[in-house]
């Protein structure tokens, strides 16, 4: 029997650190375990093969980790994944925050699944974001042989995109500008060893879409311009309130007949008569929403709706959410 969701501000925030092989992961997850910012975090360490060698590259620190080397995090152990946060909420006043990081060769996606489909993990955490490590030298090679590379910065929230010491401004500029293509919503951060400050990565409540606009105001601007490249990112905007169970017939049967190719759909939802914000997430077919609090004083209370993923049809997709609308 599951147990009652706790209130948002109290939900433990959990951060999937993920990243290709030799992005620089393992550094930044050293800097967050030994800066002084005042926060103590769980952290979940994966690694593919039966031998782990994460662990050992993890500096002592007070922090407690623990190591999973059974196998690929997003194949064989959501269920460790699922045990162990489930013993970590019975020490919950021990720790401010999860960090999961998984393996380079890992999708995110299964990861971020587990926060949503375990009721009782689901009712005790909240998955504040997707952090992916990008090293900025290698990144055309892992793109062109990798599509789990490609999926790692789809998937998305923030992006550390790291060795810039190694790249020309030209080369960076390139860079930044294929990662856009994937992924036009990820807040990016340019990084030499991972040095980027920790406040800007932890606690972002990055599936809250006002932040986001806070730190990017055109974030939504909605852009016609297709290209041919595998992922793409579309968003769309309604200044009229949602009906919430048009939304709801609406939305699962899209993820029910195009979850495959929704990497990530996500959004802040203005249902009517309720003056609280909607705050909606997706990975892939599996979907999770809860109010998240009041709309601001001031603030225009519209609905905002990102996907990211693959044969995306957008006037299908604007169809579909203008449809939701109340009459």
Sequence with gaps: MSETKAPEGELVPVTVLTGYLGAGKTT????????NHGKKYAVVINEFGELGVDNDLVVD???????????CIC??????????????MKRRDKFDGIIVETTGLANPAPVAQTFFVDEDVRAKTRLDAIITVVDAKHL???LADSHEAEDQIAFADVIVLNKMDLVSADEAKEVEATIRKINKFAKIHHATKSDVPIAELLNQGAFDLNRVLDHTPDFLTDNEHEHNDDIASMSFEL??????ERF???IGALLAEKGQDLLRTKGILSYAGEDRR???QAVHMIADGDFIGPWKEGDPRTSR????????NRPQLRRGFESCQME
């Design 140 to 142: 055309p090679a892992r």
């Design 248 to 250: 709801n017939a609406w």
């Design 278 to 280: 909607f705050a909606f």
């Design 239 to 244: 200044e009229t309130p949602i009906d919430p």
């Design 28 to 35: 930044l997850l050293n800097r967050i375990l030994t800066e």
């Design 75 to 88: 194949c064989t152990v959501r269920g460790d994944l699922i045990r162990i946060v489930g013993g970590l």
């Design 305 to 312: 709706l990102v996907f990211i993923g693959r044969n995306l």
């Design 61 to 71: 620190t007070d922090e407690e980790v623990f190591e999973m080397n059974n196998g």
